[in-house]
Structure formats: C-alpha cells, structure tokens
C-alpha cells in the first residue's frame, strides 16, 4: 500500500472519533467531580428520598449521554480489549438477575425501596465508568481530568483540616438549600476518637472521606513529581494536603490506604523524588507531634491495639453471621442494597456484596477492579510519555488502595466513596486506549443533525 493510501486510511479511521458537539465527556465528568466532592453526601431532593443525591442525578444522565454518545457515534470503538466495559456487563447482569428473583420471590415491605434504589445506584456508577471510558477523545483530556481529580481531593483534605483544627463540620449552609433533606444520621457533628476529632470534608463517614484521601493521593502524587511548569510547588499542594489529611484523621484505614498508594508509587519515582519524600514525612512527624500532642502516640495504639480494638472484633466476629446469611442465597444474593442496616452492619464491602449479589455478583465485582488495574498497567506498557505513564501507575495505586478500603467498610453503601471508586475503575479503562502508543489523533467533530 502506498504511503499517500496509508495516509487516507489512517484518516478515514479517526473520523469523528470524538464526541460530537454539546457537552462533551470531560464536562460530563467534571460536574459530577463539583456535585461529588462539593455537595454533601448526605444531602438528598426531599421528594426523591435516597435517590436524589444530586451526583446520583447526574450520574443518571451520564449514562443517557453515553447511549447518545455512542448512538452518534460513526467510527469503530478504539482496537483491543474492553475489560472494563465487560466486566461491568457481567456485574450489572448479575444484578439485574437477582433484582429479578428478589421480587419473584417476594421482599419485606422495608426492603423494596431499598432495592429499587440499589439498582438505580448501579445504573448511575454505570453511566460515569462507561463515561470514563469512552466519553474523553484525546490524553490531553484524560490529563486534565486527573488534575481535577487531584485538585478535588486536594480540597476535600483542606477542609478536614480545617474541621480537625475547629472541631466544625462547616457546612451548616446547606440546611438552607430549599427542596432538600440531610439523608444521614449525626449530620450535624463531626465523630470523635481518643480525644480528637475525626473529620468527613463533605462526606457523612471518616472512612468514606478517607476513600477520597486514599485514591487522590497518587494522582496528586504523580502529577507533582512529573510537573515541568515554572510553578513546580503548586502540584505540590494537594500531595501535602492529603498527607496532612490523613495522618490527623484518626484512621487506621485511610492510613495503610495510604501506605499502599505510596509503596506502589515508589519505584516509579527517581531517586531524589523517593529521598524527598522521606525526609519531608519524617518533618511531617515531628510537627505533628509538636503541635498535636498524642497524636503519634494514638496513631501507634491503633496499630498495636488491634487486639483489644472494638472495631476490629466487629469485623472478624461478623465473618460467621455473614456466612449464614451467605447460604441463604448463595449464587445470586439476596438482591443488591436489600440487607439493611437492621439486619446486621458489616465493616467489609465484599461479605456484603456476597450476601446481596451472592458468589457470583461478588466474583464479578472483583473481576471488575481486576480489569481497571490490568487496563491501567496496559496503558502504562504502551504510553510514551513519562507523565502518562506515571499517571496509569497512579491509577493503578489508586485502585489498589480504594479496594483494600473497600474491605474495612461498606464503601458502596456511601455516595462519594461508591462514586469516587466507579469514576477512576472508567478512568483506567479509557487510559487503556487513550495513552497507547498509536492512539489515533480524534478529528474535528461535526455538529449533530
């Protein structure tokens, strides 16, 4: 073939690969971030009960976008494996299935609503992986994204610090918001331990602010390190924040979440990155135990205390009443949000999804985090700039440290920390496209008709 004929066949391949014009995926994608981080999780429309989180609502409308994304869309998907996306099919099947068998076989009245609202839940986390995936026509957009995510969790860990340091929650402003509801217990108060006070940002849990923590932190961190702008220390701000965030958040989770995130990020790191590191955590330390005094020494006994920890005895003695429930219904649950708080509080997402979506629907939800590290790690095989390829290493960290989260709290039980979760499993599916070697340059979009 000749050269000029590969030219017109390399074109012919990019036309309109992008999304058309209108909103495009990184708006989409950017508002969820502002009504994801910025709106209270526990706030709800009071006529829509638990669905009308306002990020839900979006989400829900992510999902049309993308069906009328691909419905314009006039080029093939781009070449390789779509993991995620299949994985995701398999999920939601799943779910549907036992959706369906709960209501043949008859639910309790308290958990009908419960149930519809599980389904709309998994529909919206749909709608911002598909978009996550699909909905960003070039790298430049996926970068972009990540910096807002890093700048998002950035914000999230300034305002824990700021509750920490007044012991405020600081969003009594929204009780005035007119329409609306605070759809969560103790709203109004910030949860303490041993003395100190353990913040939420925006979030209704420590664990669900700390899942923002945990997952921001790489990105944030590989964003810093690989910053070639005149303003190098300004990446750097959300790293700190962040670290601060997590060290005064009384967290034994959100701490080896962190932990996690770091060891996987090092060996990317140059020598001098890694050094720098060190030498500003062992600083970090020592201000920290000169302006908050005990708080290293409660930091220590949280760790050498797991034995006498009350949370700790309510993970491990929920492992047996988790396998009875189990073999009620063992290949497909019970149905997707119907064990409700009533029955029993399990600290591990997974024993919950295998009670609510059986063997099957838990398997399929682990093969789903499986695929977004093994799109990520592709993407990072095949990127050729040293920016992107930090970038897919600190999606994978970010995935790796949000699931161990996963297994200390019911996460997906929490809008931001469910929502967060979703949003990078898409980001590192698209990544898997958009930073390959020979991802094709998108063409200018045509206007819709």
């Known amino acids: 073939m000749s050269t000029s004929a590969q030219a017109a066949t390399r074109a012919a391949s990019t036309v309109n690969i992008g999304p058309h014009r209108g909103i495009g995926g990184l708006t989409v994608l950017t508002v969820y971030l502002v009504l994801l981080f910025g709106v209270p999780s526990g706030l709800t429309i009071t006529a829509l009960g638990s669905a009308g989180r306002p990020a839900t609502l979006w989400a829900l409308g992510a999902a049309l976008w993308w069906c009328w994304h691909q419905l314009q869309r006039q080029s093939p998907l781009a070449p390789g494996p779509r993991r995620v996306s299949a994985a995701l099919f398999a999920l939601l099947a799943i779910a549907g299935f036992s959706y369906a068998c709960a209501m043949l076989r008859g639910l309790p009245t308290d958990e009908v609503s419960p149930a519809d609202n599980g389904l709309l839940r998994l529909l919206a986390w749909a709608g911002i992986l598909l978009v996550g995936v699909d909905g960003l026509p070039t790298a430049a957009d996926l970068r972009v994204l990540l910096k807002r995510v890093a700048w998002a969790g950035g914000a999230m860990a300034t305002l824990g610090i700021i509750q920490f340091l007044t012991g405020s929650l600081l969003l009594d402003f929204w009780h005035f918001v007119p329409f609306t509801v605070w759809d969560a217990p103790n709203a109004d108060a910030l949860d303490q331990r041993a003395g100190f006070v353990r913040a939420s940002g925006t979030a209704i849990h420590p664990l669900e602010y700390g899942v923002v923590l945990t997952m921001a932190f790489p990105i944030a961190l590989a964003l810093a390190t690989e910053n070639r702008s005149a303003h190098r220390l300004i990446p750097w701000l959300p790293v700190a924040a962040i670290t601060v965030a997590s060290l005064i958040s009384v967290s034994r989770s959100t701490l080896i979440g962190l932990a996690v995130g770091l060891v996987i990020m090092l060996p990317t790191l140059s020598r001098n990155i890694r050094a720098l590191i060190v030498a500003a955590g062992g600083a970090l330390a020592v201000a920290i135990a000169v302006l908050v005094p005990g708080m290293i020494g409660t930091i220590r006994g949280m760790f050498t205390g797991l034995a006498s920890d009350p949370s700790t005895a309510s993970r491990t003695n929920g492992y047996d009443i988790a396998v009875d429930y189990m073999s009620r219904f063992p290949v497909v649950g019970k149905g997707f949000g ?42 990072r095989r095949t990127a050729t700039e040293r920016l992107d390829r930090q970038l897919a290493q600190s999606l994978i960290a970010a995935l790796v440290a949000g699931s161990l989260m996963l297994a200390f709290f019911d996460g997906l039980s929490f809008s931001i920390s469910s929502g967060m979760f979703f949003l990078v499993i898409g980001l590192a599916g698209g990544a898997r496209h958009l930073l390959a070697a020979d991802a094709p340059a998108p063409a200018r979009p045509t206007a819709v008709r």
Do not use: K, P
């Open 338 to 379: 119907t064990f409700i708080t009533r029955y029993h509080i399990f600290d591990n997402q997974y024993l919950l999804l295998a009670i609510e979506l059986g063997i099957l629907g838990a398997l399929a939800f682990l093969v789903l985090i499986a695929a977004g590290i093994v799109s990520a790690a592709a993407a």
